[in-house]
């Protein structure tokens, strides 16, 4: 493993020509073209004229099922030296109405955030760091924990004082070092245990996002599996908090036009709970990066008082537009999911709800794929909740089954 | 979807003369060869002569990942005809001393009960049957659940009144109507359910469990992915309450021995709490069913006061053996597979509890799968437990670091 990637270096997303050696990743993003009004993320350059004719067709390692995950796409991923757990390969899922849902709940540690931290823990272990820190509240924090343990290091994960339930004993359940402290706390703190225990650093560490640098290479991973299975489609929703996600997708889309594999790329909806909102209103105002103030949601996932750059990049590019679907319209999404057998926390039906709320000017030509990050588990109001003990006679249970609608078959 | 399966009929497994047309499918057990001492389960025949050569390499439909799930395997299952969530085609993870698990929490539901429910949900929607009723307290339900709702039939799960907290939100997520009633009234109410509503019973009604006659189908597909992405291994560890993934997992094994697909079936080990083990008692008292008191342990999965006859078969023509971990050993497999990247439920960490303490007199040649049915979100404590905010100052989180065997870098 590791062996084959095709990664060159890094370059800045503001700047293509202001170019950095491919090791140390960066965890600060670009230095040289970021001010202290906007900041800059780096992606990573690829020796493109390397990638196999076949690259789409090449199925994973051991027939497709082998626990190395990611290793199927490592030509264009930057060297995984750190263990998979079958990560990715993920259904999509066609609902009533032929509308795709890319269900990531289905990934090692039940999100889409295992993509990205096979990458981060990846570059753990390539610049010979002890262990990692993570600032998160939830799936990242897991997620890391996670794929840290399984490449023999520690972890530190930042977590909030109020995480839902189930959340709190997923955060604990892999071994990490999870310290509760309030959200001001958690991005010095990171800084100084990166600094003062030499942990790799795997989440932001500046003003406007911009991440870890071989972070968002694993959500292009997304794109190639939607090709692959389903060809390019017309649009992918995305759930936006970052956007690292949307990067990710729009550059893996952007990647396979460039080796000439698909003639085009799907039309990329940024879908941010409209409580906040910091890239559409980028956007809105012509700004590269902003900061809004973040009212009530309970998408907690996706709720971001800043926008990065990366998801600017892939809104415009694609030709796609910011989404703002509210906390209603994300429960409605929420609902009509699990009407059809999937059970998504709230943030990730934000993908759905900005479709469903899409204005109908908006025309897509093609299938349509919404993005479903993760399992209803981690929702806020799991774990809480009444269940009253049931009248077990019958009489009491024909007249709840009849109060439900359900009807006694005729004989 | 449904069109090719190759299912001809049903059989007892008490004796392969007495059979049954395929429809309607039994879901008491086989009437002819049961008693009141012992309930006999059917399992169902196929024209094994037209299943195509190339059935272990056909890929699945659109690449792997298409959301149809089981569809790739539809000639050795009942007819499909409930749709998909993408079931299945879950990773073998490579354990660091090179032991395998086969990891089901990677299912639309995250449990191994997603196979059996899109085959009897689909049998639900073969006899018209406009809902379901399934009495369980935990993975089954939600799986029947999530699959009737898919379909677009109505569900009833009996569940307990006493669920862990994050387990009650995901029962009642896929909108079944869940009554939490006692233990005893479960079947009763199951029986008269299926009698006055006409809905489709998808769980145990005999004295000993027979369950459903077209789930323990959908299991065989655990074997036949094992051996697409392995080859046949030397032993599969499962966790075991009634048996049917240990019988399906050992029928789908000899099945592809029977095709010619492959020379030899692997031993099965059933891995019972050992604060019950109905199995390992009718196999050491020489019984086809028993029952047995069951003590306490926090594997509720798999706690069950009687076994069934399909367990007896695998682990006996198999010749392998019914290990009895104890809660201790679950818990530390739980604890050795949380290091190496997986949360699972205690109940789904018997198979690689039952491995661990394998008598060293047993020996196994080849390749060892453990099978790990659930994740962690499903666990008793999960959910419970506290959290109390961190000091946030540095001297504080420094000390809680070197607390935790964490050390300062060398600069």
Redesign the interface.
């Known amino acids: 493993m590791g062996t084959d990637s095709l990664a060159t270096e890094q370059r800045s997303l503001a700047d293509p020509e202001v170019r950095y050696p491919l090791w140390p990743p960066l965890t600060r993003g670009c230095p040289r073209t970021s001010s202290p009004d906007v900041s800059y993320p780096v992606e990573v350059d690829y020796d493109y004229a390397r990638v196999p004719e076949d690259f789409l067709r090449t199925?994973?390692p051991?027939?497709?099922?082998?626990?190395t995950?990611l290793d199927r796409w490592a030509p264009l991923l930057p060297p995984l030296a750190a263990p998979g757990?079958?990560e990715g390969?993920?259904?999509?899922?066609?609902l009533a109405d032929g509308v795709?849902?890319k269900?990531e709940?289905?990934?090692?540690?039940?999100s889409h955030k295992d993509r990205l931290n096979r990458c981060t823990v990846s570059a753990a272990l390539g610049v010979g760091a002890?262990?990692v820190v993570v600032a998160s509240s939830g799936n990242h924090g897991a997620s890391a924990a996670?794929?840290a343990?399984?490449a023999g290091l520690?972890c530190?994960v930042l977590g909030s004082?109020t995480?839902p339930?189930?959340m709190?004993?997923?955060l604990m359940?892999?071994?990490a070092?999870v310290?509760?402290?309030?959200t001001a706390?958690r991005w010095p703190?990171t800084e100084?245990?990166a600094e003062?225990?030499?942990?790799h650093p795997v989440s932001n560490l500046t003003r406007f996002h911009t991440g870890h640098a071989f972070g968002a290479e694993g959500y292009k991973t997304v794109a190639y599996?939607i090709v692959?299975?389903?060809g390019v489609p017309g649009a992918v929703f995305v759930p936006t908090g970052y956007g690292e996600l949307l990067f990710g997708v729009w550059k893996g889309f952007a990647e396979l036009r460039r080796l000439g594999l698909t003639r085009r790329v799907p039309r990329l909806f940024s879908c941010e709970p409209a409580a906040g909102g910091p890239l559409a209103a980028a956007l809105r105002d012509g700004l590269h990066t902003t900061a809004v103030e973040v009212g009530a949601t309970d998408a907690y996932g996706i709720e971001c008082p800043v926008n990065s750059y990366r998801g600017l990049v892939a809104v415009t590019r694609s030709g796609g537009r910011a989404l703002l679907p509210d906390d209603a319209a994300m429960r409605g999404a929420q609902a009509e999911l699990?009407?059809?057998?999937?059970?998504v926390e709230l943030s990730a039906a934000a993908g759905l709800a900005g479709l469903r709320t899409l204005p109908t000017t908006e025309t897509v030509d093609g299938p349509v794929v919404c993005v479903a990050t993760s399992?209803?588990?981690k929702?806020k109001?799991?774990?809480?909740?009444s269940?009253?003990?049931?009248d077990?006679s019958?009489a009491a249970?024909?007249d709840?089954?009849l109060a439900?609608g359900?009807?006694?078959?005729r004989r």
Chains 1, 2 share one sequence.
């Open positions: 199925p994973a051991g027939g497709g099922h082998s626990g995950g757990l079958g390969g993920t259904p999509l899922v066609r795709y849902v269900d709940s289905r990934n090692p540690t039940w002890p262990g996670a794929y343990a399984r520690r530190v004082p995480p339930p189930a709190r004993s997923f359940a892999y071994g070092e310290l509760p402290v309030p706390d703190l100084r245990i003062e225990f030499g942990f599996e692959a299975d389903l699990a009407g059809q057998g999937l059970w399992s209803g588990f929702d109001g799991t774990g809480t909740g269940y009253a003990e049931a077990p019958w249970v024909r709840r089954l439900a359900m009807e006694p078959a």
